[in-house]
């Protein structure tokens, strides 16, 4: 969880005690942060994951295909 938080000072130029805030990542959770204008990135999603297969198979179409692009959620 460490090495992530640290990750996120270094992408998003904050001083290195602001993630220390955060609650350490769960298991199989990944971050998201997006651009809205091309030039910053934010947090968007933080400790973001699937629960359950039966999640997955409720998710709006977008989302599970956001899902299933990405080899690391399977």
Do not use: M
């Amino acid at each position: 969880g460490g090495v992530i938080k640290r990750a996120l000072a270094l992408l998003l130029n904050w001083p290195a005690s602001v993630p220390w805030g955060f609650a350490g990542l769960g298991n199989c959770r990944w971050v998201q942060l997006r651009t809205s204008d091309g030039s910053q990135w934010r947090v968007h999603s933080y400790n973001v994951g699937v629960d359950s297969p039966q999640e997955l198979d409720a998710a709006p179409p977008a989302v599970e295909a956001e899902l299933l692009s990405r080899p690391e959620t399977l």
